[in-house]
């Protein structure tokens, strides 16, 4: 089982930067991509960023410019550094990693999400 721990959300103001982290734990697994949904009251959650094999990076457009997805390897972490916040980046974040189990199944979990406030 594989578990994912997120960190670093807040309340802030627009114009400031945070940074959020997950960890995933667990053993016998490999992951293949991780990334940053959000959710608004009463809005749909929406890719942030993702980053694949700790290469490929996508961006939303809302968000292209201002955050930056990175990962430790070494830690099964994934970081979104946000700056130049706005307040319609408020929401609750959540990670999403696409793991690889060690006897081939692959599944998605998601965090348990960490708010983020930007006041005006």
């Known amino acids: 089982q594989v578990q994912l721990v997120e960190s670093g959300g807040g309340l802030v103001q627009a114009g400031d930067s945070l940074r959020l982290s997950c960890t995933a734990s667990?053993?016998?697994?490999?992951?293949?991509?991780m990334g940053w949904y959000r959710q608004a009251p009463g809005k749909q959650r929406e890719l942030v960023a993702r980053?694949?094999?700790?290469?490929?990076?996508h961006y939303a457009d809302s968000v292209k410019g201002r955050f930056t997805i990175a990962e430790d390897n070494a830690k099964n972490t994934v970081y979104l550094h946000m700056y130049s916040l706005k307040p319609e980046d408020t929401g609750v974040y959540y990670c999403?990693?696409?793991?690889?189990?060690?006897?081939?199944?692959?599944?998605?979990?998601w965090g348990q999400g960490t708010q983020v406030t930007v006041s005006s």
């Open positions: 999403l990693a696409d793991i690889r189990h060690d006897w081939g199944q692959r599944n998605d979990y």
């Open positions: 980053l694949t094999s700790g290469v490929y990076t």
């Open positions: 667990g053993s016998g697994f490999s992951i293949n991509t």
